[in-house]
């Protein structure tokens, strides 16, 4: 029984991340803070899926993919991580000046087929489909997913080191540093998919405490031909960012890709 649970959990935490339609479960990261100073800081950061955003009330977000980039680039370490029913959580001190990058990276297949003409469904590793599906399975249709869930904080001055980015998948590079954001004034960034720019998604952006109104808030827009977009944001609080492109470009042979983008950010008061 705790075996099946086990991979229930899984499995719908994998199938979250692939995608996040705008009335499903949203992934998220949300520091306790995203702009300090002074000495001996630390920050502890939640992980979870939920409906309402920043609420716990689903499924822990799993941390497999957890990677934190310190000002200088390095990779910085996490402290006290743990995993409950609702949330996982850990601790990060912050010894160094500048904007640390926390990011959980999913990197995985979905398949769905026949077999013996019963419906069929596998998950997991990309680099392992091709063992897990039988040679005598029809319709075999394949998703590759490349998810990117980011947040970041800042300690004394804003740096930019850690937007470098990857090449790989759809990223952020802002153009406002999103520990530099204020309510009633205009923010931009820009999506690049593999490097490129990525023009013509829509970002949803969506402001936290949706458990407390009857309204989502949500905010629309598109990126233009540099993948740029812009957001007035309209009250301070926590804001969740989101976007996703689907394309032919896996690497499995015949399958789509699914690259998604979601990010958390703080908007202060002016």
């Known amino acids: 029984m705790k075996s099946n649970i086990k991979l229930a959990f899984i499995a719908a935490s994998a199938l979250t991340l692939l995608a996040v339609p705008a009335n499903a479960h949203r992934a998220w990261l949300l520091p306790s803070a995203t702009v300090l100073s002074g000495n001996d800081l630390w920050v502890t950061v939640d992980a979870a ?25 390095s990779a910085a370490k996490t402290e006290n991580m743990a995993t409950g029913r609702y949330r996982s959580t850990f601790d990060l001190k912050l010894d160094q000046p500048g904007t640390y990058k926390i990011a959980v ?14 419906d069929k469904r596998w998950r997991g590793p990309a680099d ?9 399975a ?19 001055k804003p740096t930019e080191a ?15 540093h999103p520990n530099n954001l204020l309510a009633g004034e ?12 990525a023009a013509g998604l829509e970002v949803e952006v969506v402001p936290g405490g949706i458990r407390y109104r009857d309204q989502l808030n949500s905010i629309k827009v ?20 989101s976007a996703s492109v689907q394309d032919d470009k896996a690497t499995i042979k015949e399958a789509k890709r699914r690259a998604s983008y979601t990010a958390t950010v703080e908007v202060l008061p002016p």
């Open 49 to 73: 899926i939920s409906n309402d955003l920043f609420y716990f009330e689903h499924h822990p977000m799993r941390l497999d993919g957890l990677a934190v980039t310190a000002p200088d680039g």
């Open 105 to 118: 990276l999913n990197q995985g297949a979905f398949a769905r087929y026949k077999l013996d003409g019963q």
């Open 162 to 176: 850690v937007f470098k980015t990857t090449g790989q998948g759809l990223e952020l590079v802002p153009v406002t």
């Open 128 to 136: 392992e489909i091709a063992t897990k599906i039988p040679t005598n």
């Open 222 to 241: 598109k990126t233009d031909e540099s993948g740029t977009f812009a957001v007035k944001w309209p009250t301070p609080g926590m804001y969740w960012l």
């Open 138 to 156: 029809t319709d075999v249709r394949i998703t590759q997913s490349q998810g990117r869930i980011e947040t970041f904080v800042t300690t004394g």
């Open 186 to 197: 205009e923010a931009k960034f820009k999506l690049v998919l593999d490097g490129q720019p």
